[in-house]
């Protein structure tokens, strides 16, 4: 037996033989032209580019009634790669210069722009370069004649690849893949979407591992923990069996309480809403009990793509949030480019320490016409719901003055009242926490982005895996610093709610709600379990160990504190805690 750590893309578990599927790149025969055949050869690329157009938009069409309109509209996308421009260019162009046949000439075009696209330093940018290489085997197997390369699938199995691109996972049959494994992917990928769609569970491994898992007679996916299992010995099966089973006794249970709401054992009302990235979460926000957006993280609308979004494309988009909850708050963030967030195309250099650069709020106030038009956007869809604008990673006034500035002349040229809409800022950085008591003079509500609060408090990047003992939620630093922002919030009255990961986390749940804070915003899956554990808890109990553990030094006595107290309560719900190794 084997296991394999990576990182879990699509939730869920499951069991099954592996199914490799090899690179898909087809090799055509290579043939000189002459000068005369050029025209040709072209044509015959126009009419590939026809026929594998009717073929996604085919696959488009599926997907839309199968799936859902926001992921079919990621072939949208790859039909605009048939038709750009510099595809054809590209293609003209080198079959003059190169002389050979048309899928000689096209494979180089296709593998020159996906290498273009893969050294982007942009996640989702780099993720287009899979969309291309993706479209240029269809092009290719359309112009060799070839039929569609559907994987003959008749049994259960956990499909294994290198990557797998959305328009093979749109296809496939969930009844029969039970689950995913690639070395290439990311949460935000295509695939991961859909994969997330069809509910089938998917880890992305390091490279080199699908090598080791191909001679492996059962492979279990963890989707929750990101552990991939190559032949199982009875026992870690006996254990998964058990996970998974606890896994739908826990889904179903929850699913029940779907309507309840989060109080707790002696009367505390806990405000829960989801986070979200894409308008496709709008829906999944509310299968899973989310009471409003407590986060709208609109920087993925501007990620993926050449031209930035329209105002209108932004309203569009932010206004069916608001129509989602129409009795609930939907607190859309400005974008939160920089950090790890690139945006391509927008003239800005690159930061030496991109955490520590031109980043959120800084990004915005110097793009102000990217900024007023996602602002404009935003009052306009405050008309449909109860939208309120957040402004992250504020340190100083002058970023509050700034940016209030730019708030009150959108929504004079609306003929607006300056407090048409609320605004609030994200506390994340220290600066902020430490000047709560003043800017809550100034704003109408505080976010506590607890992920960036601990990055910049620790001085500890986010992402790096080696720095894992300063990024501990627990750490009695980082609930000092909360006590802090959460009492001056308290003295001044301003309302505060927690939108970072911490939220979500159901041994840190208690000490939020202990330390008063009434309004969480988490991932929308976390949603039922956390409601269920603040069910369990008591306001006062809570209280006395948040108290407790903003007086201690260690983060292993806080750790040890809240295991005591709250740990057997945490061990009922959570299915995801202990690995198979632990
Ligand atoms: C945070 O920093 O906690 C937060 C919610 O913002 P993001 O994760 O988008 O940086
Ligand atoms: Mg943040």
């Given at each position: ?16 033989p ?62 605009l ?7 054809h ?5 080198k079959?003059?210069?190169?002389q050979k ?10 593998d020159?722009?996906?290498e273009?696209?893969?050294?982007i ?11 291309i290489?993706?479209v ?10 070839r ?8 049994e ?53 591992t699908?090598?080791?898992?191909q ?6 996916v ?35 309480k ?69 009795q ?26 991109p955490y ?44 509050i ?32 926490a ?9 704003m ?20 790096n ?38 939220a ?36 006062e109990?809570?209280s006395?160990?948040a ?35 632990d």
């Amino acid at each position: 037996m084997n296991i394999f750590y990576g990182t879990p893309i699509s939730p869920g578990f499951a069991e099954a033989p592996p199914l490799l599927v090899q690179g898909m790149k087809l090799k055509s025969e290579e043939r000189a032209i002459s000068s005369n055949e050029v025209e040709k050869e072209f044509k015959r690329f126009t009419d590939a580019i026809e026929a594998t157009k009717n073929e996604l938009l085919a696959i488009r069409d599926k997907t839309a009634e199968e799936i859902g309109e926001d992921e079919a509209e990621i072939f949208d996308a790859h039909i605009l790669v048939l038709e750009d421009p510099l595809l054809h260019v590209e293609v003209s162009r080198k079959l003059e210069s190169e002389q050979k046949n048309v899928e000689i000439v096209l494979q180089m075009v296709i593998d020159d722009l996906a290498e273009r696209f893969s050294k982007i330093e942009d996640e989702m940018m780099r993720e287009r370069a899979t969309d291309i290489a993706d479209v240029g085997q269809i092009l290719i197997r359309n112009l060799m004649g070839r039929p569609s390369a559907a994987i003959r699938i008749d049994e259960p199995c956990i499909l294994v690849a290198t990557e797998i691109s959305p328009s093979t996972a749109a296809k496939l049959d969930s009844e029969l893949v039970l689950g995913c494994v690639t070395e290439i992917g990311s949460v935000t990928s295509h695939t991961a979407i859909i994969a997330r769609a069809l509910g089938i569970p998917a880890v992305v491994v390091p490279p080199g591992t699908i090598t080791e898992l191909q001679n492996a007679n059962t492979i279990i996916v963890d989707g929750m923990d990101g552990a991939v299992v190559a032949d199982p010995d009875e026992k870690t099966i006996e254990e998964y069996e058990e996970k998974e089973q606890k896994r739908l006794e826990r889904e179903i249970m929850l699913r029940r309480k779907i309507g309840l709401d989060a109080v707790t054992t002696d009367g505390v009302k806990i405000d829960i809403s989801a986070n979200i990235e894409m308008p496709i979460e709008i829906k999944i926000a509310k299968e899973n009990g989310a009471e409003g957006v407590g986060l709208y993280r609109t920087e993925f609308l501007f990620l993926n793509r050449k031209v930035l979004p329209s105002e209108e494309e932004q309203y569009q988009h932010y206004r069916l949030a608001a129509e989602a909850f129409p009795q609930n708050d939907v607190i859309i963030r400005t974008i939160d480019v920089g950090g790890d967030k690139f945006l391509s195309g927008s003239g800005m250099p690159e930061d030496v320490n991109p955490y520590l650069g031109v980043r959120a709020i800084r990004f915005s106030l110097v793009k102000p016409d990217i900024f007023n038009s996602q602002i404009r956007a935003i009052i306009r869809a405050s008309r449909h719901g109860k939208v309120k604008l957040l402004l992250p990673m504020i340190s100083c006034i002058e970023e509050i003055s700034s940016a209030m500035g730019y708030i009150d002349e959108c929504c004079k040229k609306f003929d607006l009242d300056s407090d048409c809409i609320e605004v609030g800022i994200m506390i994340e950085t220290p600066a902020a926490a430490l000047n709560t008591k003043i800017f809550s003079n100034y704003m109408d509500f505080f976010s506590i982005g607890t992920n960036d609060l601990i990055q910049y408090t620790m001085a500890a990047e986010r992402g790096n895996k080696q720095l894992d003992y300063l990024h501990r939620p627990m750490q009695p630093t980082i609930i000092r610093l909360i006590k802090e922002v959460t009492d001056n919030a308290k003295a001044t009255g301003i309302e505060l709610s927690v939108c970072g990961e911490m939220a979500g986390d159901l041994r840190m749940i208690p000490i939020l709600v202990g330390l008063g804070i009434t309004k969480l915003s988490m991932n929308p899956r976390s949603i039922p379990v956390a409601k269920e554990m603040i069910r369990r808890i008591s306001f006062e109990e809570s209280s006395s160990v948040a108290k407790e553990i903003a007086q201690l030094l260690f983060t292993k006595d806080a750790v040890d504190k809240v295991e005591k107290t709250f740990g057997e309560r945490v061990k009922s719900l959570e299915i995801n805690g202990a690995r198979f190794q632990d």
